[in-house]
Protein backbone atom coordinates (compact mmCIF):
# COMPACT_ATOMS: atom_id res chain seq x y z
CA UNK A 1 0.00 0.00 0.00
CA UNK A 2 1.57 3.62 -1.07
CA UNK A 3 0.27 6.42 0.67
CA UNK A 4 1.39 9.82 -1.58
CA UNK A 5 3.58 12.00 0.81
CA UNK A 6 3.19 15.24 0.61
CA UNK A 7 5.42 18.49 2.63
CA UNK A 8 5.95 22.23 1.94
CA UNK A 9 7.99 24.43 3.13
CA UNK A 10 9.18 28.26 2.16
CA UNK A 11 8.37 31.60 3.49
CA UNK A 12 6.07 34.35 2.34
CA UNK A 13 9.37 36.24 1.82
CA UNK A 14 12.23 34.15 0.90
CA UNK A 15 13.55 32.46 -1.79
CA UNK A 16 10.43 31.25 -2.94
CA UNK A 17 7.95 27.53 -2.01
CA UNK A 18 8.71 24.04 -2.25
CA UNK A 19 6.58 20.82 -2.79
CA UNK A 20 8.05 17.31 -2.35
CA UNK A 21 5.68 15.10 -3.33
CA UNK A 22 6.42 11.31 -2.69
CA UNK A 23 5.55 7.74 -4.30
CA UNK A 24 4.23 9.14 -7.54
CA UNK A 25 4.19 5.96 -10.17
CA UNK A 26 7.00 6.42 -12.32
CA UNK A 27 6.00 6.72 -15.86
CA UNK A 28 3.07 9.55 -15.56
CA UNK A 29 3.72 12.59 -17.60
CA UNK A 30 4.28 15.66 -15.25
CA UNK A 31 1.86 18.29 -16.95
CA UNK A 32 3.89 21.45 -16.20
CA UNK A 33 1.62 23.83 -17.85
CA UNK A 34 -1.56 22.96 -16.11
CA UNK A 35 -0.06 22.97 -12.92
CA UNK A 36 1.05 27.06 -14.03
CA UNK A 37 -2.24 27.20 -15.12
CA UNK A 38 -3.78 26.74 -11.64
CA UNK A 39 -1.38 28.43 -10.22
CA UNK A 40 -2.16 31.34 -12.12
CA UNK A 41 -5.99 30.61 -11.16
CA UNK A 42 -5.20 30.77 -7.35
CA UNK A 43 -3.08 34.42 -8.09
CA UNK A 44 -5.79 35.80 -9.55
CA UNK A 45 -9.63 37.15 -8.76
CA UNK A 46 -10.65 40.17 -7.79
CA UNK A 47 -10.14 41.83 -4.41
CA UNK A 48 -6.81 40.76 -3.66
CA UNK A 49 -3.78 42.62 -3.32
CA UNK A 50 -0.84 44.16 -5.54
CA UNK A 51 1.42 41.50 -4.54
CA UNK A 52 -0.57 38.94 -7.12
CA UNK A 53 0.62 41.40 -10.18
CA UNK A 54 4.17 41.30 -9.20
CA UNK A 55 4.63 37.58 -8.57
CA UNK A 56 3.14 35.35 -11.70
CA UNK A 57 3.80 32.11 -10.40
CA UNK A 58 5.18 29.20 -12.46
CA UNK A 59 6.77 26.18 -11.32
CA UNK A 60 10.16 24.29 -11.90
CA UNK A 61 10.59 20.43 -11.37
CA UNK A 62 13.86 19.92 -9.44
CA UNK A 63 14.03 16.30 -8.78
CA UNK A 64 12.27 13.12 -9.54
CA UNK A 65 11.63 13.85 -13.32
CA UNK A 66 13.48 12.79 -16.75
CA UNK A 67 12.52 14.42 -19.89
CA UNK A 68 8.84 15.32 -18.36
CA UNK A 69 7.63 12.40 -17.20
CA UNK A 70 8.26 11.22 -12.90
CA UNK A 71 10.67 8.22 -12.73
CA UNK A 72 9.57 6.90 -8.91
CA UNK A 73 11.68 9.27 -7.38
CA UNK A 74 10.47 12.20 -4.27
CA UNK A 75 9.58 15.33 -6.95
CA UNK A 76 10.27 18.10 -5.81
CA UNK A 77 8.19 21.41 -7.08
CA UNK A 78 9.65 24.84 -6.62
CA UNK A 79 7.86 28.30 -7.05
CA UNK A 80 10.06 31.30 -6.72
CA UNK A 81 9.37 34.08 -4.67
CA UNK A 82 10.18 37.72 -6.82
CA UNK A 83 9.47 39.55 -3.22
CA UNK A 84 12.01 37.94 -1.30
CA UNK A 85 13.47 40.58 1.20
CA UNK A 86 12.91 38.22 4.63
CA UNK A 87 16.17 39.62 5.77
CA UNK A 88 15.48 43.13 5.24
CA UNK A 89 11.70 42.94 6.42
CA UNK A 90 11.55 45.48 9.59
CA UNK A 91 10.20 44.06 13.24
CA UNK A 92 6.64 43.35 13.70
CA UNK A 93 5.60 44.10 17.23
CA UNK A 94 1.72 44.62 17.01
CA UNK A 95 0.26 41.11 16.67
CA UNK A 96 -2.93 41.44 14.39
CA UNK A 97 -6.02 39.43 15.72
CA UNK A 98 -7.16 36.76 13.66
CA UNK A 99 -3.86 35.72 12.69
CA UNK A 100 -1.34 33.45 13.97
CA UNK A 101 0.73 36.68 15.05
CA UNK A 102 0.22 36.51 18.75
CA UNK A 103 -0.25 33.11 20.07
CA UNK A 104 2.90 32.26 17.57
CA UNK A 105 4.91 34.73 19.15
CA UNK A 106 4.28 33.89 22.69
CA UNK A 107 4.77 29.99 21.08
CA UNK A 108 8.34 30.61 19.42
CA UNK A 109 9.45 32.87 21.78
CA UNK A 110 9.51 36.39 20.16
CA UNK A 111 7.91 39.69 19.98
CA UNK A 112 8.67 39.86 16.24
CA UNK A 113 5.52 38.75 15.00
CA UNK A 114 7.00 39.19 11.02
CA UNK A 115 9.05 36.03 12.17
CA UNK A 116 5.47 33.75 12.44
CA UNK A 117 3.68 35.72 9.24
CA UNK A 118 6.74 34.52 6.93
CA UNK A 119 5.25 31.13 7.16
CA UNK A 120 1.87 31.60 8.46
CA UNK A 121 1.17 33.44 5.57
CA UNK A 122 -1.07 32.08 2.62
CA UNK A 123 1.71 32.91 0.48
CA UNK A 124 2.44 29.01 0.95
CA UNK A 125 -0.83 27.75 -0.96
CA UNK A 126 1.50 28.28 -3.82
CA UNK A 127 2.98 25.14 -2.96
CA UNK A 128 0.36 23.31 -2.11
CA UNK A 129 -1.32 24.33 -5.49
CA UNK A 130 1.57 23.23 -7.24
CA UNK A 131 1.49 19.60 -5.82
CA UNK A 132 -2.17 19.31 -5.62
CA UNK A 133 -1.99 20.99 -9.68
CA UNK A 134 0.38 18.08 -10.26
CA UNK A 135 -2.22 15.46 -8.55
CA UNK A 136 -5.23 17.32 -10.85
CA UNK A 137 -3.45 16.38 -13.54
CA UNK A 138 -2.54 13.01 -12.73
CA UNK A 139 -6.15 12.88 -12.08
CA UNK A 140 -7.72 13.80 -14.93
CA UNK A 141 -5.08 11.66 -16.99
CA UNK A 142 -7.52 9.06 -15.49
CA UNK A 143 -11.40 10.60 -16.12
CA UNK A 144 -11.57 12.50 -12.77
CA UNK A 145 -11.80 15.96 -12.43
CA UNK A 146 -11.65 18.43 -9.86
CA UNK A 147 -13.62 21.69 -9.88
CA UNK A 148 -13.94 24.22 -7.26
CA UNK A 149 -15.79 27.11 -7.84
CA UNK A 150 -16.87 30.41 -5.47
CA UNK A 151 -20.71 29.73 -4.01
CA UNK A 152 -20.54 33.46 -1.92
CA UNK A 153 -19.54 36.60 -0.98
CA UNK A 154 -20.05 38.57 2.06
CA UNK A 155 -23.38 37.53 1.68
CA UNK A 156 -23.91 37.84 -1.99
CA UNK A 157 -25.01 34.31 -3.27
CA UNK A 158 -23.81 32.63 -6.86
CA UNK A 159 -25.59 29.79 -8.82
CA UNK A 160 -24.40 27.93 -11.29
CA UNK A 161 -24.36 24.22 -12.17
CA UNK A 162 -20.52 22.86 -11.71
CA UNK A 163 -21.86 19.66 -13.95
CA UNK A 164 -22.39 21.54 -16.75
CA UNK A 165 -20.26 21.15 -19.70
CA UNK A 166 -19.22 25.20 -20.46
CA UNK A 167 -18.96 25.41 -16.12
CA UNK A 168 -14.98 25.75 -16.60
CA UNK A 169 -15.29 28.63 -19.60
CA UNK A 170 -18.25 30.00 -17.19
CA UNK A 171 -15.75 30.17 -13.97
CA UNK A 172 -13.02 31.79 -16.29
CA UNK A 173 -14.83 34.58 -17.48
CA UNK A 174 -15.69 34.92 -13.87
CA UNK A 175 -13.69 38.08 -12.00
CA UNK A 176 -14.80 36.24 -8.65
CA UNK A 177 -14.27 32.60 -10.39
CA UNK A 178 -18.21 32.20 -10.13
CA UNK A 179 -20.51 30.59 -12.12
CA UNK A 180 -22.95 33.53 -11.82
CA UNK A 181 -22.34 36.12 -13.96
CA UNK A 182 -25.32 37.87 -12.95
CA UNK A 183 -23.91 37.77 -9.32
CA UNK A 184 -20.40 38.80 -9.86
CA UNK A 185 -21.50 42.80 -10.56
CA UNK A 186 -22.77 43.09 -6.88
CA UNK A 187 -20.20 41.17 -5.64
CA UNK A 188 -17.62 43.26 -7.50
CA UNK A 189 -19.19 46.54 -5.99
CA UNK A 190 -19.62 44.93 -2.48
CA UNK A 191 -15.32 44.37 -2.38
CA UNK A 192 -14.99 47.88 -3.89
CA UNK A 193 -16.75 49.48 -1.02
CA UNK A 194 -15.45 47.36 1.65
CA UNK A 195 -11.65 48.35 -0.02
CA UNK A 196 -13.00 51.84 0.53
CA UNK A 197 -13.87 51.56 4.16
CA UNK A 198 -10.66 49.62 5.15
CA UNK A 199 -13.04 46.65 5.99
CA UNK A 200 -12.30 42.90 4.47
CA UNK A 201 -14.86 40.17 3.68
CA UNK A 202 -15.20 36.06 3.22
CA UNK A 203 -17.08 33.58 1.54
CA UNK A 204 -17.95 30.42 0.17
CA UNK A 205 -16.85 28.22 -2.28
CA UNK A 206 -17.82 24.57 -3.43
CA UNK A 207 -15.44 21.70 -4.84
CA UNK A 208 -17.08 18.72 -6.85
CA UNK A 209 -14.67 16.07 -7.83
CA UNK A 210 -16.26 13.58 -10.64
CA UNK A 211 -15.32 10.29 -12.35
CA UNK A 212 -13.85 8.97 -8.55
CA UNK A 213 -14.59 5.37 -8.59
CA UNK A 214 -16.35 3.37 -5.66
CA UNK A 215 -14.04 2.65 -2.99
CA UNK A 216 -11.44 5.48 -2.11
CA UNK A 217 -10.99 5.42 1.94
CA UNK A 218 -12.67 3.01 4.32
CA UNK A 219 -14.78 2.46 6.59
CA UNK A 220 -12.67 0.61 8.73
CA UNK A 221 -10.49 2.89 10.75
CA UNK A 222 -11.43 6.59 11.97
CA UNK A 223 -8.32 7.74 9.99
CA UNK A 224 -9.45 6.38 6.87
CA UNK A 225 -12.54 7.94 6.27
CA UNK A 226 -12.33 9.84 3.29
CA UNK A 227 -14.89 12.14 4.38
CA UNK A 228 -12.60 12.98 7.36
CA UNK A 229 -9.58 13.05 4.77
CA UNK A 230 -11.20 15.91 2.87
CA UNK A 231 -12.24 18.01 5.85
CA UNK A 232 -8.87 17.70 7.12
CA UNK A 233 -7.33 18.56 3.90
CA UNK A 234 -9.54 21.78 2.94
CA UNK A 235 -9.73 22.98 6.92
CA UNK A 236 -6.42 23.11 7.14
CA UNK A 237 -6.10 25.96 4.43
CA UNK A 238 -5.83 29.15 5.85
CA UNK A 239 -8.51 31.00 6.99
CA UNK A 240 -11.58 28.13 6.52
CA UNK A 241 -14.06 27.98 9.29
CA UNK A 242 -16.25 25.37 8.40
CA UNK A 243 -16.00 22.43 5.71
CA UNK A 244 -19.24 20.00 4.84
CA UNK A 245 -19.56 17.14 2.44
CA UNK A 246 -22.89 16.89 0.29
CA UNK A 247 -25.51 18.31 2.32
CA UNK A 248 -23.68 19.71 5.22
CA UNK A 249 -25.23 20.83 8.32
CA UNK A 250 -28.38 21.26 6.47
CA UNK A 251 -28.59 17.82 7.07
CA UNK A 252 -29.50 18.35 10.60
CA UNK A 253 -32.95 19.49 9.85
CA UNK A 254 -33.87 17.13 7.52
CA UNK A 255 -35.37 13.77 7.78
CA UNK A 256 -34.37 10.05 7.00
CA UNK A 257 -37.22 8.74 4.39
CA UNK A 258 -36.57 11.85 2.21
CA UNK A 259 -32.84 12.74 2.74
CA UNK A 260 -30.84 9.56 2.36
CA UNK A 261 -29.99 8.72 -1.64
CA UNK A 262 -32.19 5.37 -2.87
CA UNK A 263 -30.36 2.65 -4.32
CA UNK A 264 -32.13 1.49 -7.44
CA UNK A 265 -31.05 -0.70 -10.30
CA UNK A 266 -30.29 1.20 -13.22
CA UNK A 267 -31.32 -1.78 -16.03
CA UNK A 268 -27.39 -2.66 -16.97
CA UNK A 269 -26.67 -4.84 -14.43
CA UNK A 270 -25.14 -2.03 -12.06
CA UNK A 271 -26.58 0.91 -9.83
CA UNK A 272 -28.60 4.47 -9.67
CA UNK A 273 -28.52 7.26 -7.13
CA UNK A 274 -31.39 9.33 -8.16
CA UNK A 275 -29.97 11.96 -5.62
CA UNK A 276 -26.97 12.58 -3.89
CA UNK A 277 -27.34 14.28 -0.74
CA UNK A 278 -24.38 12.04 0.69
CA UNK A 279 -22.11 14.41 -1.24
CA UNK A 280 -20.53 10.65 -2.71
CA UNK A 281 -19.41 9.69 0.58
CA UNK A 282 -21.34 6.92 2.50
CA UNK A 283 -19.44 5.32 5.57
CA UNK A 284 -16.20 7.09 4.89
CA UNK A 285 -16.27 5.54 1.02
CA UNK A 286 -16.55 6.91 -2.12
CA UNK A 287 -19.40 5.93 -3.75
CA UNK A 288 -19.04 6.82 -7.43
CA UNK A 289 -21.36 9.55 -7.32
CA UNK A 290 -19.90 13.16 -7.35
CA UNK A 291 -17.93 13.93 -4.36
CA UNK A 292 -19.36 17.33 -3.34
CA UNK A 293 -17.25 19.68 -0.74
CA UNK A 294 -18.57 22.89 0.65
CA UNK A 295 -16.44 25.29 2.75
CA UNK A 296 -16.50 28.84 4.58
CA UNK A 297 -13.77 31.42 4.99
CA UNK A 298 -13.45 34.17 7.29
CA UNK A 299 -12.67 37.62 6.36
CA UNK A 300 -9.52 38.66 5.74
CA UNK A 301 -7.93 39.79 9.49
CA UNK A 302 -5.52 41.98 8.23
CA UNK A 303 -7.96 45.26 7.93
CA UNK A 304 -6.81 49.20 6.75
CA UNK A 305 -8.51 50.32 9.07
CA UNK A 306 -7.02 48.84 12.33
CA UNK A 307 -8.31 45.96 14.62
CA UNK A 308 -7.02 46.78 18.36
CA UNK A 309 -3.61 45.35 20.03
CA UNK A 310 -1.25 45.82 21.47
CA UNK A 311 2.86 46.70 21.58
CA UNK A 312 4.24 43.42 22.54
CA UNK A 313 7.56 45.03 23.41
CA UNK A 314 5.58 47.56 25.67
CA UNK A 315 2.52 45.32 26.66
CA UNK A 316 0.41 48.65 25.77
CA UNK A 317 -2.14 49.07 23.85
CA UNK A 318 -2.02 49.66 19.86
CA UNK A 319 -3.79 49.03 16.20
CA UNK A 320 -2.69 46.33 14.77
CA UNK A 321 0.02 46.40 12.16
CA UNK A 322 -1.26 47.07 8.55
CA UNK A 323 0.62 44.91 5.82
CA UNK A 324 -0.14 44.95 2.07
CA UNK A 325 -3.41 42.29 2.24
CA UNK A 326 -6.57 41.30 0.19
CA UNK A 327 -9.57 42.37 0.20
CA UNK A 328 -11.00 39.25 -0.51
CA UNK A 329 -9.15 35.90 -1.12
CA UNK A 330 -12.46 33.68 -1.75
CA UNK A 331 -11.93 32.92 -5.20
CA UNK A 332 -7.83 32.09 -4.50
CA UNK A 333 -9.04 29.72 -1.49
CA UNK A 334 -11.64 27.82 -3.38
CA UNK A 335 -8.54 26.74 -5.94
CA UNK A 336 -6.57 25.83 -2.91
CA UNK A 337 -9.37 23.70 -1.71
CA UNK A 338 -9.19 22.03 -5.10
CA UNK A 339 -5.47 21.32 -4.99
CA UNK A 340 -5.88 19.99 -1.80
CA UNK A 341 -9.00 17.33 -2.78
CA UNK A 342 -6.62 16.21 -5.61
CA UNK A 343 -4.01 15.07 -3.31
CA UNK A 344 -6.50 13.88 -0.64
CA UNK A 345 -7.67 12.01 -3.62
CA UNK A 346 -4.86 11.03 -5.57
CA UNK A 347 -3.53 9.67 -2.30
CA UNK A 348 -6.71 7.36 -1.80
CA UNK A 349 -6.46 6.04 -4.97
CA UNK A 350 -2.83 5.26 -4.65
CA UNK A 351 -3.99 3.21 -1.50
CA UNK A 352 -5.66 1.14 -3.10
CA UNK A 353 -4.34 0.25 -6.58
CA UNK A 354 -0.83 -0.49 -7.11
CA UNK A 355 1.24 2.42 -8.29
CA UNK A 356 4.76 1.91 -9.19
CA UNK A 357 4.88 2.45 -12.48
CA UNK A 358 1.95 3.86 -14.66
CA UNK A 359 1.05 0.90 -16.65
CA UNK A 360 0.30 -0.72 -13.03
CA UNK A 361 -1.38 2.21 -11.74
CA UNK A 362 -3.41 2.93 -14.98
CA UNK A 363 -4.72 -0.94 -14.91
CA UNK A 364 -5.39 -0.80 -11.31
CA UNK A 365 -8.08 2.29 -12.04
CA UNK A 366 -9.84 0.26 -14.58
CA UNK A 367 -10.17 -2.95 -11.98
CA UNK A 368 -11.49 -0.58 -9.17
CA UNK A 369 -14.03 0.55 -11.88
CA UNK A 370 -15.00 -3.05 -12.77
CA UNK A 371 -15.14 -4.02 -9.72
CA UNK A 372 -18.66 -1.10 -9.05
CA UNK A 373 -20.21 -2.80 -11.95
CA UNK A 374 -19.26 -6.28 -11.50
CA UNK A 375 -20.68 -6.76 -7.86
CA UNK A 376 -24.48 -5.84 -9.18
CA UNK A 377 -24.21 -8.63 -11.09
CA UNK A 378 -25.64 -12.15 -10.16
CA UNK A 379 -23.50 -14.39 -9.42
CA UNK A 380 -21.84 -16.34 -11.81
CA UNK A 381 -23.51 -14.00 -14.39
CA UNK A 382 -21.48 -12.47 -17.11
CA UNK A 383 -22.15 -9.32 -19.26
CA UNK A 384 -23.20 -9.93 -22.80
C1 LIG B 1 -5.50 32.18 -0.67
C2 LIG B 1 -5.49 32.93 0.62
C3 LIG B 1 -5.04 34.24 0.66
C4 LIG B 1 -5.02 34.96 1.84
N1 LIG B 1 -4.60 36.26 1.83
C5 LIG B 1 -4.58 36.95 2.99
C6 LIG B 1 -4.14 38.32 3.02
O1 LIG B 1 -3.80 38.90 1.99
N2 LIG B 1 -4.14 38.94 4.21
C7 LIG B 1 -4.55 38.35 5.38
O2 LIG B 1 -4.53 38.98 6.41
N3 LIG B 1 -4.97 37.07 5.37
C8 LIG B 1 -4.99 36.35 4.23
N4 LIG B 1 -5.43 35.06 4.22
C9 LIG B 1 -5.94 34.50 5.46
C10 LIG B 1 -4.89 34.20 6.48
O3 LIG B 1 -3.87 33.45 5.92
C11 LIG B 1 -5.55 33.50 7.67
O4 LIG B 1 -6.62 34.21 8.07
C12 LIG B 1 -4.62 33.35 8.83
O5 LIG B 1 -3.58 32.48 8.43
C13 LIG B 1 -5.19 32.77 10.09
O6 LIG B 1 -6.45 32.31 9.97
P1 LIG B 1 -6.95 30.92 10.55
O7 LIG B 1 -6.54 30.81 11.95
O8 LIG B 1 -8.43 31.05 10.43
O9 LIG B 1 -6.38 29.93 9.65
C14 LIG B 1 -5.47 34.33 3.04
C15 LIG B 1 -5.90 33.00 3.01
C16 LIG B 1 -5.92 32.31 1.82
C17 LIG B 1 -6.41 30.89 1.80
Redesign the pocket.
Known amino acids: MKRLGFRTAGESHGKGLLAILENLPAGITLDIEAVDKMLRR?QRGFGR?ARQNLEQDSVEILTGAKRGKSIGAPITLWVRNKDQRIDDYRELHRP?P???DLAGAIKYGTHDVANIMER???RE?AARVAAGGLAASVLRSIGISVFGYVTQIGGVRCGGDPLHRDAETVREASVIGSLDPKADPEIVKLIESLRDAGDTVGGEFSVVACGVPVGLGSHAQWDSRLDGRIAQAVMS???I?SVEIGFGSQSASAQGLTYHDPILPDGFGGVARPSNRAGGIEGGISNGMPIVVRAAM?P???VRKPLASINLTTGLAEDAVWER??VC?VP??SV?AEAMTALVLLDALLEVVAGDNVEQFVSGVTALRMRANGLTLPEGASRA
Open positions: RSRGHAASATIPAKKIPTSDSSAV
